[in-house]
Nanobody, 118 residues
């Protein structure tokens, strides 16, 4: 079992920055990938950024150059540094842990609200 807790969301003006953090606990595997997804009102959840256990990153085109994902494998945390925020970034942001083994497993946090004023 994996538990994920996000923090760091809030209200910010366009052009500002926020840093989201996710703390993972439970049965975390060293090979697990971690990432951030977001869901805006009335829209489906979409990938924001992912990072493998080895540090390889992947970003949605809409956030490249503005967001940076990082992880601390020793602490089982993953952060998302969000800069140059836009109104379009407004969403609930969810932490994700993905495990590929015999089965593909996805674990999700409860989400943290990010609201960017236009």
């Amino acid at each position: 079992q994996v538990q994920l807790v996000e923090s760091g969301g809030g209200l910010v003006q366009a052009g500002g920055s926020l840093r989201l953090s996710c703390a993972a606990s439970g049965s975390i595997f060293s090979t697990d990938a971690m990432g951030w997804y977001r869901q805006a009102p009335g829209k489906q959840r979409e990938l924001v950024a992912t990072i493998t256990s080895g540090g390889r990153t992947n970003y949605a085109d809409s956030v490249k150059g503005r967001f940076t994902i990082s992880r601390d494998n020793a602490k089982n945390t993953v952060d998302l540094q969000m800069s140059s925020l836009k109104y379009e970034d407004t969403a609930v942001y969810y932490c994700n842990v993905r495990r590929i083994g015999t089965w593909l497993l996805n674990y999700w946090g409860q989400g943290t609200q990010v609201t960017v004023s236009s």
